[in-house]
């Protein structure tokens, strides 16, 4: 039976829709009217649906007659602390709504949620257990781990699945993209120390682990990090890059704090005079000078996934993608 892809249009959502079609398994990707769909309409069996997660009539209408839910769509910018949980959190309730009137085919929601919905890695950089207690440091993490509570409170009416994934990169990213294009520049402005410790995980292993989360028999409820099974340092993801590109950065220079608090706060007053979300904020600044560790051993073990692509190896077919595409 066919499954719905929340953000089907976006990076990891158009990855899980391409591991399902081509896998000859129905999809419907819940897209918004200006999306730009022409990839999803190059793949097989593939049905699109017009609307938003914080347009409940549309979700319900995506989510008719379904077998099974990935919810990877969301903000990871806002222009306030309220449309970071509208969305998020809302959208995630519209779906979990239209997931009970289905009960009768819905047979697992899968949302994605983050790395971010609990908090940074200690000083040591120390993997972040799934258990610890959540703290999340920004507005986005504080709306993802809403999104799980709210999840949470219905595992016992809908079987339900969490990812937590950290950092995800890989071809058709548009947000790593600045920092292979400072490269290509040969000017990169450093934030935090090179040696600070990251988890990373390449788009389509992460859209495979959403997959496997779909149909694998775990209980309802479960909560899984997944990553690529390394942990990497910045000046580590620095060398790949570099090597990918065949080119090296001449100029790194770090950028203090307060230096960048002043141009978040510049990017800010920007925003607001535009309407629009920005990604470089203050409170964004909460995440960006912080360790982000996690483990995926038990979602290796529990979910019988493994990652198949490396940090060096994925860096590299995303240069590809990324030269194909002109974006670079």
């Known amino acids: 039976m066919t499954v719905l892809v929340t953000g089907g249009s976006g990076f990891l959502g158009s990855h899980v829709v391409e591991r399902l079609a081509r ?6 990707a819940l897209v918004r ?3 730009d769909t022409r990839f999803l309409r190059s793949l ?4 699109l649906v017009e609307g938003a997660i914080d347009d409940l009539a549309s979700v319900r209408r995506a989510a008719t007659g379904v077998s099974g839910i990935v919810h990877a769509a969301g903000l990871v910018k806002a222009r306030s602390t309220d449309e970071f949980m509208r969305v998020n959190r809302g ?3 519209n779906l979990l709504d239209a997931a009970l009137e289905n009960k009768a085919t819905v047979r697992r929601f899968v949302l994605v949620s983050s790395l971010a919905a609990l908090r940074p890695s200690d000083a040591s950089g120390a993997p972040i257990p799934e258990d610890a207690e959540p703290r999340p440091v920004t507005d986005y993490g504080k709306s993802k781990l809403a999104a799980e509570r709210a ?3 219905r595992k016992g009416d809908v079987s339900l699945v969490i990812l937590r994934p950290p950092a995800i990169y ?4 548009r947000e790593i993209l600045a920092f292979f294009k400072s490269i290509k520049l040969g000017v990169l402005p450093l934030l935090g120390s090179t040696q600070n410790r990251l988890s990373m995980i390449y788009g389509s292993d992460c859209a495979a682990a959403c997959i496997a989360a779909l149909d694998r028999d775990v209980p309802s409820g479960s909560t899984y990090h997944v990553d690529d099974g390394s942990v990497h340092t910045l000046e580590e993801l620095i060398m790949f890059a570099e090597a990918a590109m065949g080119q090296k950065a001449k100029f790194r220079f770090h950028l203090p704090r307060r230096l960048v608090q002043t141009a978040a706060f510049g990017a800010e007053l920007y925003g607001r005079a535009t309407n629009r979300a920005v990604m470089l904020t203050r409170d964004k600044l909460n995440e960006l000078f912080e360790q982000w560790v996690c483990d995926s051993t038990r979602a290796r073990r529990e979910l019988a996934w493994n990652p198949e692509v490396g940090f060096e190896e994925g860096v590299k077919r995303t240069m590809a ?7 670079l």
């Open 33 to 35: 009217t200006s999306s």
């Open 170 to 173: 890989g071809p058709r990213d």
């Open 151 to 153: 999840a949470q409170a």
């Open 23 to 28: 896998a000859g398994r129905p999809v419907r």
């Open 321 to 327: 993608f990324y030269r194909e595409a002109g974006w």
């Open 44 to 47: 097989p069996g593939v049905e």
């Open 91 to 93: 959208g995630t309730e």
